[in-house]
């Protein structure tokens, strides 16, 4: 069982490989997601594995 603030990746992937996941994240959480709040919810959840995994606030915005 993947801990809940836990990335998908491998060491040595791009930043750019990690973007990708963010943006294919959120585009599923859009498509799972049956109402706006549950999405926002998603989303902040994203967002601090993001942080918690090392990201910067920019990279997490910017994405």
Not at 42 to 52: F, G, I, K, N
Request: some cysteine; hydrophobic content about 35%.
């Amino acid at each position: 069982m993947m801990q809940k603030y836990s990335l998908p990746y491998v060491v040595g992937h791009s930043k750019q490989a990690h973007s990708d996941w963010l943006r294919s994240a959120l585009i599923h959480a859009v498509c799972c997601s049956s109402s706006v709040d549950n999405f926002h919810l998603e989303r902040v959840t994203l967002e601090l594995t993001c942080l918690t995994n090392g990201y910067s606030l920019q990279f997490v915005e910017t994405q």
